[in-house]
């Protein structure tokens, strides 16, 4: 289990930060789907903020829910922004990590 939450931390860490930065890199994959780029900015902030609690649940593992949670919930946005935008093929990432956080829910 703390394997699956340090992974998800990087990957969100990462992916969190290229989009906060306004990187355009970062904010390609948000501007595809049609995500206002303060929005995904925002998104960005949040999933590095949720990644960084990743860390700290695993001090303290009763926390561990909460940036799980979040992180969910953003990823099941994420897939419904790709379905909106007719994109449906390009929202696999966000489905296999939806799917990496629900074994962590399951397995707190």
């Known amino acids: 289990m703390d394997i699956l939450v340090i992974a998800l931390a990087v990957v969100f ?27 995904a900015r925002l998104v960005g902030v949040v999933e590095t903020a949720a990644a960084l609690g990743l860390l700290i649940g695993l001090k303290y593992s009763w926390l561990l829910w909460v940036p799980l949670m979040t992180l ?25 990590l939806l799917t990496l956080i629900s074994i962590a829910l399951v397995t707190i």
Do not use: C, E, Q
Not at 80 to 87: E, V
């Open 13 to 39: 860490v990462v992916s969190g930060l290229s989009k906060a930065s306004g990187n355009a890199k970062g904010l390609s994959g948000t501007r595809d789907v049609n995500v206002p780029d303060l929005l």
């Open 72 to 96: 969910w919930a953003l990823m099941a946005g994420a897939i419904y922004f790709h379905f909106r935008a007719d994109k449906a093929k390009t929202s696999f990432p966000a489905f296999f």
